[in-house]
Protein backbone atom coordinates (compact mmCIF):
# COMPACT_ATOMS: atom_id res chain seq x y z
CA UNK A 1 0.00 0.00 0.00
CA UNK A 2 2.91 2.56 0.60
CA UNK A 3 4.33 1.83 -2.82
CA UNK A 4 0.90 2.24 -4.36
CA UNK A 5 0.35 5.52 -2.42
CA UNK A 6 3.69 7.15 -3.11
CA UNK A 7 2.87 6.45 -7.22
CA UNK A 8 -0.87 7.89 -7.00
CA UNK A 9 0.62 10.95 -5.26
CA UNK A 10 3.58 11.39 -7.44
CA UNK A 11 0.70 10.87 -10.56
CA UNK A 12 -1.72 13.77 -8.84
CA UNK A 13 0.77 16.18 -8.57
CA UNK A 14 2.26 16.02 -12.13
CA UNK A 15 -1.25 16.09 -13.57
CA UNK A 16 -2.13 19.19 -11.20
CA UNK A 17 -2.61 22.41 -12.92
CA UNK A 18 -0.19 24.19 -10.61
CA UNK A 19 2.11 23.14 -8.35
CA UNK A 20 1.60 26.18 -5.81
CA UNK A 21 -0.11 24.09 -3.44
CA UNK A 22 3.18 21.58 -3.09
CA UNK A 23 5.11 22.37 -0.01
CA UNK A 24 8.89 22.66 -0.66
CA UNK A 25 10.91 19.84 1.75
CA UNK A 26 13.94 22.27 2.70
CA UNK A 27 13.61 25.87 1.77
CA UNK A 28 17.53 25.76 1.24
CA UNK A 29 17.65 22.88 -1.30
CA UNK A 30 14.40 22.29 -2.62
CA UNK A 31 14.20 25.77 -4.97
CA UNK A 32 10.95 24.94 -7.07
CA UNK A 33 7.90 22.39 -6.47
CA UNK A 34 9.26 20.10 -8.77
CA UNK A 35 12.50 19.87 -6.63
CA UNK A 36 10.07 19.01 -3.72
CA UNK A 37 8.10 16.42 -5.49
CA UNK A 38 11.26 14.83 -6.88
CA UNK A 39 12.89 14.62 -3.30
CA UNK A 40 9.68 12.98 -1.97
CA UNK A 41 9.50 10.47 -4.83
CA UNK A 42 12.47 9.31 -4.53
CA UNK A 43 12.36 9.12 -0.93
CA UNK A 44 9.29 6.76 -1.24
CA UNK A 45 10.48 4.78 -4.02
CA UNK A 46 13.60 4.55 -2.14
CA UNK A 47 12.41 3.30 1.11
CA UNK A 48 9.79 0.35 -1.37
CA UNK A 49 12.56 -1.09 -2.93
CA UNK A 50 14.93 -0.82 0.38
CA UNK A 51 11.60 -3.03 1.83
CA UNK A 52 11.80 -5.46 -1.11
CA UNK A 53 15.28 -5.77 -1.24
CA UNK A 54 15.06 -7.50 2.51
CA UNK A 55 12.76 -9.95 1.31
CA UNK A 56 14.14 -10.79 -2.01
CA UNK A 57 15.86 -14.27 -2.15
CA UNK A 58 19.25 -13.27 -3.25
CA UNK A 59 22.10 -10.88 -2.68
CA UNK A 60 21.66 -7.66 -4.80
CA UNK A 61 25.19 -5.46 -5.43
CA UNK A 62 23.79 -1.69 -5.33
CA UNK A 63 26.16 0.15 -6.37
CA UNK A 64 25.93 -1.59 -9.37
CA UNK A 65 22.19 -1.54 -9.30
CA UNK A 66 22.41 2.55 -9.04
CA UNK A 67 24.23 2.96 -12.32
CA UNK A 68 22.44 0.48 -14.04
CA UNK A 69 19.08 2.15 -12.85
CA UNK A 70 20.26 5.35 -13.24
CA UNK A 71 21.11 4.31 -16.62
CA UNK A 72 17.70 3.28 -17.59
CA UNK A 73 15.78 5.45 -16.29
CA UNK A 74 17.19 8.11 -18.11
CA UNK A 75 17.05 6.31 -21.40
CA UNK A 76 20.89 5.95 -21.78
CA UNK A 77 20.84 2.93 -23.98
CA UNK A 78 24.30 3.62 -24.80
CA UNK A 79 25.77 2.22 -20.94
CA UNK A 80 23.20 -0.40 -20.91
CA UNK A 81 25.28 -4.01 -22.01
CA UNK A 82 22.07 -5.83 -22.56
CA UNK A 83 18.24 -5.15 -23.85
CA UNK A 84 15.19 -4.82 -21.50
CA UNK A 85 14.59 -8.43 -22.97
CA UNK A 86 17.62 -10.12 -22.25
CA UNK A 87 17.46 -8.53 -18.63
CA UNK A 88 14.40 -9.95 -17.96
CA UNK A 89 15.56 -13.26 -19.10
CA UNK A 90 18.74 -13.49 -17.18
CA UNK A 91 16.67 -11.83 -14.18
CA UNK A 92 13.92 -14.77 -14.09
CA UNK A 93 17.05 -17.35 -14.49
CA UNK A 94 18.44 -15.68 -11.49
CA UNK A 95 15.54 -15.10 -9.54
CA UNK A 96 15.02 -19.18 -10.02
CA UNK A 97 17.94 -20.72 -9.07
CA UNK A 98 18.14 -18.42 -6.27
CA UNK A 99 14.99 -19.51 -5.06
CA UNK A 100 16.19 -23.36 -5.47
CA UNK A 101 19.17 -22.35 -3.33
CA UNK A 102 16.93 -20.79 -0.47
CA UNK A 103 14.02 -23.24 -0.69
CA UNK A 104 16.90 -26.14 -0.53
CA UNK A 105 18.56 -24.74 2.66
CA UNK A 106 15.29 -24.11 4.03
CA UNK A 107 13.62 -28.04 2.95
CA UNK A 108 16.40 -28.99 5.02
CA UNK A 109 16.06 -27.70 8.59
CA UNK A 110 12.30 -28.07 7.45
CA UNK A 111 13.01 -32.32 7.07
CA UNK A 112 14.45 -32.27 10.46
CA UNK A 113 12.02 -30.22 12.85
CA UNK A 114 9.33 -33.19 10.88
CA UNK A 115 11.28 -35.61 11.88
CA UNK A 116 11.52 -34.52 15.21
CA UNK A 117 7.69 -33.35 15.53
CA UNK A 118 6.41 -36.73 14.23
CA UNK A 119 7.49 -38.46 17.22
CA UNK A 120 5.75 -36.02 19.96
CA UNK A 121 2.96 -38.23 21.25
CA UNK A 122 -0.01 -37.10 19.57
CA UNK A 123 1.68 -35.90 16.22
CA UNK A 124 -0.05 -37.98 13.47
CA UNK A 125 1.84 -37.95 10.23
CA UNK A 126 -0.04 -38.50 7.20
CA UNK A 127 0.95 -39.97 3.85
CA UNK A 128 1.42 -36.90 2.43
CA UNK A 129 3.72 -35.73 4.88
CA UNK A 130 1.24 -33.43 6.39
CA UNK A 131 1.30 -33.13 10.04
CA UNK A 132 -1.77 -32.69 12.69
CA UNK A 133 -2.46 -33.04 16.16
CA UNK A 134 -5.90 -32.71 17.59
CA UNK A 135 -6.47 -29.58 20.11
CA UNK A 136 -10.40 -30.33 20.90
CA UNK A 137 -12.50 -33.17 18.57
CA UNK A 138 -15.83 -31.63 17.70
CA UNK A 139 -19.15 -34.02 16.58
CA UNK A 140 -20.33 -32.13 13.23
CA UNK A 141 -20.00 -33.20 9.79
CA UNK A 142 -16.93 -33.53 8.04
CA UNK A 143 -16.20 -31.34 5.20
CA UNK A 144 -15.31 -32.35 1.41
CA UNK A 145 -13.08 -31.21 -1.06
CA UNK A 146 -16.00 -29.31 -2.45
CA UNK A 147 -17.30 -28.00 0.48
CA UNK A 148 -17.34 -24.21 1.27
CA UNK A 149 -16.21 -23.88 5.05
CA UNK A 150 -16.00 -21.04 8.03
CA UNK A 151 -13.13 -21.28 10.22
CA UNK A 152 -10.70 -19.41 12.47
CA UNK A 153 -7.29 -19.80 12.17
CA UNK A 154 -3.97 -18.68 13.37
CA UNK A 155 -0.66 -19.01 11.04
CA UNK A 156 3.02 -18.96 11.88
CA UNK A 157 6.36 -19.80 10.54
CA UNK A 158 8.88 -22.28 12.07
CA UNK A 159 10.49 -18.78 13.77
CA UNK A 160 6.84 -18.21 15.31
CA UNK A 161 6.37 -15.53 13.06
CA UNK A 162 2.59 -15.14 12.41
CA UNK A 163 2.05 -14.19 8.72
CA UNK A 164 -1.89 -14.59 8.90
CA UNK A 165 -4.15 -15.05 11.27
CA UNK A 166 -8.16 -14.32 10.93
CA UNK A 167 -8.05 -14.00 14.91
CA UNK A 168 -6.40 -11.42 15.47
CA UNK A 169 -8.21 -9.76 12.66
CA UNK A 170 -11.26 -11.22 14.82
CA UNK A 171 -13.57 -12.19 11.64
CA UNK A 172 -13.96 -16.06 10.91
CA UNK A 173 -13.11 -16.92 6.93
CA UNK A 174 -14.49 -18.52 4.66
CA UNK A 175 -13.38 -20.27 1.35
CA UNK A 176 -14.03 -23.53 -0.85
CA UNK A 177 -11.60 -26.11 0.37
CA UNK A 178 -10.71 -26.89 -3.12
CA UNK A 179 -9.07 -23.22 -4.03
CA UNK A 180 -6.48 -23.39 -1.31
CA UNK A 181 -3.10 -24.43 -0.60
CA UNK A 182 -3.20 -28.61 -0.82
CA UNK A 183 -2.33 -29.23 3.28
CA UNK A 184 -5.47 -26.99 3.97
CA UNK A 185 -7.50 -29.25 1.48
CA UNK A 186 -6.32 -32.15 2.93
CA UNK A 187 -6.13 -31.21 6.68
CA UNK A 188 -9.51 -29.86 6.93
CA UNK A 189 -11.11 -32.92 5.63
CA UNK A 190 -10.17 -34.92 8.51
CA UNK A 191 -11.60 -32.16 11.29
CA UNK A 192 -15.68 -32.41 12.56
CA UNK A 193 -17.35 -29.30 12.85
CA UNK A 194 -16.20 -27.87 16.39
CA UNK A 195 -12.86 -29.15 15.24
CA UNK A 196 -9.56 -27.18 16.75
CA UNK A 197 -6.38 -29.24 14.49
CA UNK A 198 -2.90 -28.00 14.71
CA UNK A 199 -1.23 -28.58 11.42
CA UNK A 200 2.70 -28.74 10.23
CA UNK A 201 2.43 -28.37 6.46
CA UNK A 202 5.48 -28.99 4.36
CA UNK A 203 6.67 -26.49 1.19
CA UNK A 204 5.18 -29.34 -1.06
CA UNK A 205 1.73 -29.06 0.23
CA UNK A 206 1.72 -25.21 0.83
CA UNK A 207 3.94 -22.56 -1.32
CA UNK A 208 7.11 -24.77 -2.63
CA UNK A 209 10.05 -22.85 -3.80
CA UNK A 210 8.63 -20.35 -4.95
CA UNK A 211 7.61 -19.07 -1.72
CA UNK A 212 4.44 -16.07 -0.99
CA UNK A 213 4.48 -12.78 -1.16
CA UNK A 214 7.52 -11.78 0.67
CA UNK A 215 7.01 -13.32 3.87
CA UNK A 216 6.51 -17.27 3.05
CA UNK A 217 10.16 -17.77 2.07
CA UNK A 218 10.94 -20.54 -0.83
CA UNK A 219 10.54 -23.87 0.70
CA UNK A 220 9.08 -22.61 4.23
CA UNK A 221 6.34 -25.08 6.11
CA UNK A 222 3.64 -23.01 7.98
CA UNK A 223 2.22 -23.96 11.06
CA UNK A 224 -1.73 -23.30 11.27
CA UNK A 225 -4.12 -23.58 14.63
CA UNK A 226 -7.54 -24.06 12.49
CA UNK A 227 -10.94 -24.06 14.24
CA UNK A 228 -13.53 -25.29 12.27
CA UNK A 229 -16.78 -23.17 12.90
CA UNK A 230 -19.19 -24.68 10.24
CA UNK A 231 -19.98 -26.23 6.68
CA UNK A 232 -21.42 -23.34 4.73
CA UNK A 233 -23.02 -25.34 1.72
CA UNK A 234 -23.54 -28.90 4.12
CA UNK A 235 -25.06 -30.89 0.91
CA UNK A 236 -21.09 -31.61 0.28
CA UNK A 237 -20.57 -32.48 4.07
CA UNK A 238 -19.22 -35.90 4.15
Not at 121 to 144: D, F, H, M, R
Not at 163 to 176: L, M, T, Y
Request: with cysteine.
Amino acid sequence: MKKLSFLFVGVMLVLSVSFAGCNKVSEKNMKTAIDSLSYAYGVGMGFSMNQNLQEFPAEINIDLFLDVFEAALKGDTGKLAISPDEAYGIFQQCLMTAQADAAKTTKEDVAKFFEKNGKKAGVVTTASGLQYEVIKEGEGAKPADTSVVSVHYHGTLMDGKVFDSSVERGSPAQFPLNQVIKGWTEGIQLMSVGSKYKFWIPSDLAYGDQGGGGVIKPGAMLIFEVELLDIVNPDSAQ
